[in-house]
């Protein structure tokens, strides 16, 4: 696998200041599904912006497929899909006219065929012939990503695809993302839904203040996830932990008056029977049982807390 | 850069896309001028021009022609080309010819084309309703036809840049408003500048319409207000300055990207 973006020390400061991107890099691998997770306002859109050309960054460089999308647009953004986040479209257009048009403006000669074969892919081909206008929002969002990728983009940005959609395109776009895969297509999506990462993503990035927190594979952030705690009540207090339990991932704390013990919900064994069948061996008498999950959303909220001042 | 490396297939899409708006609605876009074209003969060329001979030799309903040609051209190029590039930015639409392998040249050739060949086919239509009212004949055709040209596409590349320079419908029509209409009315395309006092034929000296509309209807009627040459100095500057401020805009990104 190579590497077909490269963001390197990208800093964007908006006019009056604002700074939306600082310092940042990042490199996207051919052929992988990134996820861009982060609450309303990190930079997400800021981060696909500078790469697509709709924002000029203020410094550091980016290059898609090895070409710098400054100084080599042409070259860069041929391999770029983008569907953005609002819905922008013209109401008055035919849905077959605006996909088109798409195509040319990225410089491809027309191909009918193709574009029938986006549009079927997308249900969209029975209403080839409407106006943009007689659509719902959900259809509009489909002639989006045909827009996208009417020109056989290599690079397919999706900025928040399912904000707002009812459960049944969600699946529909999650199926898409997985055949475009299958095609070679790199896709970064943003989303603040850690389902949609966790569903069609292959790594996560979390991005908050115009900074990357970190960018993971997703099993090992699931397998952060399956990571499960049990608070043991002891009746009576403990100085150490008996030899007996040595082999256990124990940790006693309150002064002896609790154990935690760390076991993986997705492991073969969570060797919670032997434990407490040793617990008991060990005569200690328990009080109480409380068990405790870290979810993705808590390792997104605890980092996104930490970068917070 | 090459010819041949050229975005054309871009270029033509943005041409087709813009044409294909103004044939969505071509009643409106062939009623409108001929209908408005048709009262300004009845009402300047019959009504105030039967009290009026001749104007440079030429009977008055004759000489208003070019003017009123021009008044239409400058009009449409203004509306087509400041909507065209205005619309896009207003619904968002613009993101994606941002984000495409498209140079702003090739942008400008694309939509400006566009905007300048409707002026013309608008143009055109207006000169054929006029034979229908007063006998004309065209003693340079291939100077009227150069000056209809230069005109549209100089206007239009105002009205790209009114367009882009717009951040409301409101601004979008300030300009023609209250300076291209004045500027019409006032350089003399219902009236030889002969005709003015001298104080305000010195002052008309200065507005650039007065060349445009002076040099058409020389190609026409073989007399003008001002030297011929003067008038194509005055549309290539101007349609040179059009052209810097584009470059300018594209370069700084000014009202198009952030």
Known sequence: MS?????????KVYLGGFEALKDTSLKIEEGEILALLGPNGAGKTTLISTICGLSVPTSGQIRVGGHDVVTDFRAARKLIGLVPQEINLEPFEFVINTVRFSRGLFGKSRNDALLESILRDL???????????????????????????????????LDEPTAGVDVELRKDMWALVDRLRQDGVTIILTTHYIEEAEAIADRVGIINKGEILLVEDKKDLISRMGRKEMRIELTETIAQIPDSLASYDLTRVDDGAALVYAYNTRGERTGITSLLKDLQAAGLGLKDIQTNQSSLEDIFVTLVQEATP | MNVTDMNWNGIRAIYRFEMARFFRSIIQSIVSPVLSTSLYFVVFGAAIGSRIDEVEGVSYGAFIVPGLIMLSVLTQSLQNASFGIYFPKFIGTIYEILSAPISSLEIVIGYVGAAATKAMLIGSIILGTSFFFVDISIQHPFWML????????????MGFIIGIWAKSFEQLNLVPLLVVTPLVFLGGSFYSITMLPPIWQTISLFNPVLYLVSGFRWSFFGTSDVPVVASLIAITAFTALGLAIVWWIFRTGYRLKA
């Open chain 1, 3 to 11: 590497t077909i973006v490269e963001v390197e020390n990208v800093t």
């Open chain 1, 123 to 157: 249900s969209l081909w029975d209403k080839k012939d409407s106006r943009i206008s007689a659509l719902s929002g959900g259809m509009k969002r489909r002639v989006l990503i045909a827009k996208a990728l009417a020109h056989e983009p290599r690079v397919l940005f």
């Open chain 2, 146 to 157: 150069a000056f209809l040209m230069l005109t549209c596409v100089s206007f239009s590349l």
